[in-house]
Each structure stands twice: as structure tokens, then as C-alpha cells.
């Protein structure tokens, strides 16, 4: 198959490896912009474009699709197919309808629940004890298109996002290798999607990252993992922002916040029940596990975050 690539990130970025080594012709590569990064902000390629390059595949960053410019590129090329994964732009519908295959998206969700930006997170915030990717038609909506094909992985109850993240990019890159032999055939099918079980992934917003306890235990490790590693929860200490990035649920009460032990890490409150925080990063610090932070901070029973 002729593919044209779209996208961004690590995510798409393993979909994009499984086609190349899968032996199909890439003609072209789309992808975000060079952003600034790093202490010196110089420009940095996407994990996506910097790999393009390095094979020799043609990679365009367009600040819009909505041009002529991108039309006459896009049809230039003659693919036979658009693959989509994590590309952050909306496609209008001129662009949908170049390729006789269609655009084909990698969700990184079992549609329609959780269409959206932010599957992985929300799967894991939500406490999804299963999730799995979908290979899909692409639509004028949101992750509303035909499903082509589905896959279903576990997310056990102590899985981050980030591990969860991996786990589905390398699902996204099997699932994609076998659209396309299917599409080679002439095999694939489509199922239209239903309402049933609809749901959305929003983006994540930074101050969401804010944990002040008052949920239930479970909600708040919930929250910890599915906010890991990026951008990580966070809560304050004597005035200085912690990172959370992992814990385990328990059963101490107490006012929400409140530090009840620091046996086997930092236990706290919550408004139902208690987490106990294993791993986190102290303001202007790296991360580190729990019983090395209480080595050099002085934080005892009865301290309370938030105050």
C-alpha cells in the first residue's frame, strides 16, 4: 500500500515504525511543527518527523490542512491511503476525500467510549479496567467514523498512563499492519457506530492536576496513575508543590489531606479511606521514591497537605 502518514508523537510514532518495517511505500509524512523545548527552547522535531527524515521519507509540517497547498500536496502524491494517529489537526472534508481507502485514524480507545483527546489519561482516571485501541474510518465528527477493527489489552489497577501508553502504542502499530494486509485483499469491513456507551476523553487540563483529597481513596490513586507521568498530580506542602506519581490505596480515615503515617510511604486521608504516595518529586527536585524524600524532609503524623 502507498500510505500517507499523519503524525505527531511517541504514540503515532510506533504505528509509523510497524508500517515502515511492515515493507509499505510512505510517500509523505505529516506533521506538527517544530516546537521549542528544552532550557535553551531550540527547536525540536516530533518524534514522528525526526524518524522520517532519518529514513529518508519526504515530511511536511503544515501550520494548517485547511489550504490549497495542503489539498494539492496531499493529492499529489497518489496515495492509496491516509493513516492518522495522535496527529493533533482536524481534517476537513476535502482531505477525507482524497484517498480511494479513505483516512484511516488509530484511536487509542475501545469507540465509541472515549472519543477525544485524551483516551489514555481518562481510561485511567476513570478506572477503566480494560481499554484497547480501534482502527477506524475517519469522519467529518470526532472519532465517530466506521470501525474497522478493535482490540481490547487489561489496564490492571496499579497500571500509569505512561505504562498503559506503551502498551497501546505497540497495540496501535499491530493493530495498523493488519488493517492495511486486510485492505491489500480487498478484506476490510466496517461496523457504523452507535450512541451506546458514547463517551469523551477531554483534553487534559493543567489544573486538574491539582489533588486536594476530598475524593475517595480509590478516585484519587485513580487519578494519581492516570495523571503519570505527564502532567502528574500534584498537592502542596508547606507551601511547595509535590508531584504524585504513584501510590496505593488503604484504609486510614481522617480529615482529607492529613498525614496518617509514614511507614511504608506518606499515607494521607481522603475523603473516603487513604492513599499511601510511593513516588514523587519535590519541588525543584527529581522524582524519587517516597522513603528517600522522608529521609531529607521532616514530614510527620498529623502534617497536613493543602494547609
Known amino acids: 500500500m502507498r500510505v500517507v502518514f499523519m503524525g505527531t508523537p511517541e504514540f503515532a510514532l510506533t504505528s509509523l515504525k510497524a508500517i515502515y518495517d511492515a515493507g509499505h511505500d510512505i510517500a509523505l509524512v505529516v506533521s506538527q511543527p ?33 489550504t490549497e497547498e495542503a489539498d494539492r500536496l496531499l493529492r499529489s502524491v497518489n496515495a492509496d491511503v491516509f493513516v492518522v494517529a495522535a496527529f493533533g489537526k482536524i481534517l476537513p472534508q476535502n482531505i477525507l476525500d482524497i484517498p480511494p481507502h479513505g483516512c484511516i485514524c488509530v484511536h487509542a480507545s475501545l469507540l465509541p467510549a ?34 474497522i477493527l478493535q482490540r481490547a489489552i487489561p489496564i ?20 495498523i499492519t493488519e ?55 500534584y498537592a502542596l506542602l508547606n ?8 501510590s496505593s490505596v488503604s484504609d486510614g480515615c481522617g480529615a482529607p489531606g492529613t498525614v496518617l503515617s509514614t511507614e511504608k510511604g506518606i499515607e494521607i486521608a481522603c475523603g473516603e479511606g487513604s492513599v499511601i504516595i510511593t513516588a514523587l518529586q519535590p519541588e525543584g527536585k527529581g522524582k524519587m521514591d517516597a522513603q528517600s524524600f522522608l529521609r531529607g524532609n521532616s514530614v510527620k503524623k498529623g502534617d497536613i497537605f493543602n494547609v
Open 239 to 246: 507551601g511547595k508543590r509535590i508531584k504524585l506519581f504513584a
Open 114 to 147: 472515549l472519543r477525544g483527546a485524551a483516551p489514555i489519561n481518562r481510561a485511567v482516571m476513570e478506572g477503566h479496567d480494560k481499554g484497547g485501541i480501534t482502527i477506524m474510518y475517519m469522519d467529518a465528527g470526532i472519532d465517530t467514523g466506521d470501525i
Open 156 to 175: 490492571p489497577e496499579d497500571m500509569t498512563a505512561g505504562e498503559y501508553h506503551d502498551k497501546m502504542a505497540v497495540l496501535g502499530g499491530e493493530l
Open 34 to 66: 517544530d516546537k521549542p523545548s528544552g532550557r535553551g527552547y531550540a527547536l525540536t522535531p516530533s518524534p514522528v518527523k525526526k524518524f522520517a527524515l532519518e529514513k529518508g521519507i519526504e515530511v511536511v509540517t503544515p501550520a494548517s490542512m485547511r
Open 179 to 233: 488493517y492495511l494486509s486486510l485492505a491489500e485483499k480487498g478484506l476490510v469491513t466496517r461496523t457504523p457506530q452507535t450512541e451506546d456507551g458514547a463517551s469523551y476523553a477531554n483534553k487534559i487540563d493543567k489544573k486538574e492536576a491539582y489533588e486536594d483529597f476530598s475524593r475517595s481513596a480509590r478516585e484519587t490513586h485513580n487519578r494519581i496513575r492516570g495523571l503519570a507521568p505527564y502532567p502528574a498530580a
